[in-house]
T-cell receptor, first 112, second 117 residues
Framework: GQQVMQIPQYQHVQEGEDFTTYCNSS?????IQWYKQRPGGHPVFLIQ?????EVKKQKRLTFQFGEAKKNSSLHITATQTTDVGTYFC????????????FGQGTILTVHP | GAVVSQHPSRVICKSGTSVKIECRSL??????MFWYRQFPKQSLMLMAT?????????EQGVEKDKFLINHASLTLSTLTVTSAHPEDSSFYIC?????????????FGPGTRLTVL
């Protein structure tokens, strides 16, 4: 079945440093989504990437979708303490029900 | 908009009892809802896809007789953990996919923490 690998599992940064998490799918994806889960909270939708090579920005967050639609990355510039949480990528294989396969997540801690 | 509620938020039960968890989309209709299980500091594991008016589709390794899913309306899906045992203790999260949307993003409920003694 479809697998989505995400690295790193943990990332500790000083406030102001950049952060990147990477996802790789075992199969070509229809689209990929990114979610953020704060400690003790539930996943919150951030963005969806659909097109090959697509790049989208949300303030300090930059999302990329690979040319082959099998990998993706999330980059945060100049991290802030509010960025703390777990970032998940989730791949959609194109089924009509919209089933997502989640990566393992990257737990980000930001030291002030 | 796009709010999903889950009830209860926390439940503690004795081994052998059954627990029902409700997932409601409050301001949109959802033909499809999903049930996930999440262990501490781990990813979300999809248990089943719940479709309004039809049987749920279970992921490999998930016992359908143990985790009963009912999606009786476009705004409500329920997950019943039957004859719960301590190994069923986990964080259960539902999500709903708005009907008729081009994008298939999912909106998650706040989760239910189940502890089986």
């Amino acid at each position: 079945g479809q697998q989505v690998m995400q690295i790193p599992q943990y990332q500790h940064v000083q406030e102001g440093e950049d952060f990147t998490t990477y996802c790789n799918s075992s199969t070509t994806l229809s689209n990929i989504q990114w979610y953020k889960q704060r400690p003790g909270g539930h996943p919150v939708f951030l963005i969806q990437l659909v097109k090959s090579g697509e790049v989208k920005k949300q303030k300090r967050l930059t999302f990329q979708f690979g040319e082959a639609k099998k990998n993706s990355s999330l980059h945060i510039t100049a991290t802030q303490t509010t960025d703390v949480g777990t970032y998940f990528c989730a791949g959609h294989g194109g089924t009509s029900y919209g089933k997502l396969t989640f990566g393992q997540g990257t737990i980000l801690t930001v030291h002030p | 908009g796009a709010v999903v509620s889950q009830h209860p938020s926390r439940v503690i039960c004795k081994s052998g009892t059954s627990v029902k968890i409700e997932c409601r989309s409050l301001d949109f209709q959802a033909t499809t809802m999903f049930w996930y299980r999440q262990f501490p500091k781990q990813s979300l594991m999809l248990m089943a896809t719940s479709n309004e008016g039809s049987k749920a589709t279970y992921e490999q390794g998930v016992e359908k007789d143990k985790f009963l899913i009912n999606h009786a309306s476009l705004t409500l899906s329920t997950l019943t953990v039957t004859s719960a045992h301590p190994e069923d203790s986990s964080f259960y999260i539902c999500s709903a996919r708005p009907s008729g949307r081009t994008y298939n993003e999912q909106f998650f409920g706040p989760g239910t923490r189940l502890t089986v003694l």
